[in-house]
């Protein structure tokens, strides 16, 4: 047991040297939440996202043992992310917001990169023979739930998992392992107590009281994972969002001293805000040089292109007429036609109108 605490202490060491700042140990069994997770699949709160509710990966979610044969604890490690600067409500004509943990290199490149570094520093201190499988959000694992069973944060009501003192605005691991390391305990506190403020400033009002979402409706969703055509009760609610959504973390008081993060995840790639007028006029040529290796490119040219349509439209930004009428002219794929349509429409109307 004393040698199991002097390697935890090691490897807290090595993961901080690293540029995660928290560093937490739960154990594998029984897998916190699991049933909260069932049943949001069940009721197809998980959208398109098909992923999420696949048999095998319901199965491995279920039971980490099914992923890393002999798994006995999930360490769990936090990084954070730049948080936003500009206020919550603020809008630039003609230019979409980017969420903040999108703006550096991608994330999942540079934190696989630093687990493979953990796990060998690991072998090197306890042996070749140690089993490992590591995750940055990809894998078929409840990374909130175990980094909560071991006391890394608490779930709030817009179901993030916050840092006491240190908020949101971070990215989490997870390093499956056969190695019985002394486990965490859970802090079994909750971080809002009456607040609401997540709950109401939503803007689609997806959050649900039982600190799931109804990802359906969720922005981040509907700007990123959502590749077909957006309703258009919803095109209106995602507002300047151009690629994810923040705004629920941004009204959180957790997150009010949140600091600029030097270093771990590198430079700032892209602005806050970017000019939705030129994304219109994007080829993949433009799209590959500006996002490629950063986590913009998993909306690919067509979900991005849909997403700056839909920003102007909700803009009204009449300077954009002539690049919206130019890409319907050319575009032949229906969801960026009808988003076209959509933000022509706005426009046009408003100009009628006003
Ligand atoms: C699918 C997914 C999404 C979906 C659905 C999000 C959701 N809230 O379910 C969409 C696309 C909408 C999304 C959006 C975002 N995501 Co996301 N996403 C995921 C992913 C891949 C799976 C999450 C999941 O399983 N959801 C289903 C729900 C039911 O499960 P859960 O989130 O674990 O929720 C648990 C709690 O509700 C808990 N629970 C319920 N009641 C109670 C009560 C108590 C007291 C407790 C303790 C627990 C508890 O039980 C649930 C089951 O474990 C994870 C990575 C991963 N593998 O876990 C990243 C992840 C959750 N996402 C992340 C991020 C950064 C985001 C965004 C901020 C990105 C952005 N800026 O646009 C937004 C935030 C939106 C929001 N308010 O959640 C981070 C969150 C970091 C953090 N601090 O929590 C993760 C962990 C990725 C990572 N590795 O860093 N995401
Ligand atoms: S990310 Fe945006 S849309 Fe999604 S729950 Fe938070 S505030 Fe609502
Ligand atoms: S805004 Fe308030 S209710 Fe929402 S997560 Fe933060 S503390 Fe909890």
């Not at 894998?139 to 003192?165: D, S, V, W």
């Amino acid at each position: 047991m004393h040698r199991l605490s002097t390697l935890k202490q090691a490897i807290r060491t090595e993961a901080h040297r690293l540029g995660f700042t928290h560093f937490v140990v739960s154990p594998a069994h029984p897998v916190p939440h699991l049933q909260t997770y069932l049943a949001w699949v069940s009721a197809g709160r998980h959208a398109d996202m098909g992923y999420l509710a696949r048999t095998d990966t319901l199965a491995k979610r279920g039971d980490p043992g099914l992923i890393l044969a002999g798994c006995q604890r999930v360490m769990c490690l936090a990084m954070p992310y730049n948080p936003p600067h500009a206020p919550v409500d603020e809008t630039r004509p003609g230019y979409g917001r980017i969420s903040a943990y999108a703006r550096t290199t991608d994330y999942h490149l540079i934190i696989q990169e630093k687990l493979n570094a953990l796990e060998s520093f690991i072998h090197a201190q306890a042996g070749e023979g140690i089993g490992f499988k590591s995750y940055v959000d990809t894998g078929p694992i409840l990374e909130r739930a175990f980094a909560a069973q071991a006391g890394l944060g608490m779930f709030g009501k817009n179901t993030n998992l916050i840092i006491p003192k240190a908020g949101s605005y971070v990215f989490l691991a997870v390093i499956l392992t056969d190695l019985p390391l002394p486990p965490d305990a859970p802090l079994n506190r909750d971080p809002c107590g009456s607040c609401q403020r997540c709950i109401e400033a939503c803007p689609t009002e997806c959050i649900r009281a039982d600190r799931t979402l109804d990802a359906a409706r969720c922005i981040s969703y509907l700007t990123i994972e959502n590749k077909g055509i957006i309703p258009d009760p919803l095109k209106s609610q995602v507002g300047s969002w151009l690629f994810g959504c923040d705004i629920c973390q941004m009204v959180c008081p957790h997150n009010a001293r949140a600091a600029s993060q030097p270093g771990a995840l590198g430079q700032l790639r892209l602005p806050e805000f970017m000019d939705v007028v030129e994304i219109i006029t994007w080829g993949q040529a433009e799209f590959k040089a500006v996002t490629d290796d950063t986590a913009l490119s998993r909306a690919r040219l067509r979900g991005l292109v849909r997403n700056a349509a839909i920003v102007l439209g909700n803009q009204r930004e009449i300077q954009a007429l002539p690049a919206l009428k130019t890409r319907l002219d050319q575009e032949t794929d229906p969801t960026i036609q009808d988003a076209l349509q959509w933000a022509l429409q706005q426009i046009e109307t408003s100009t009628r109108d006003g």
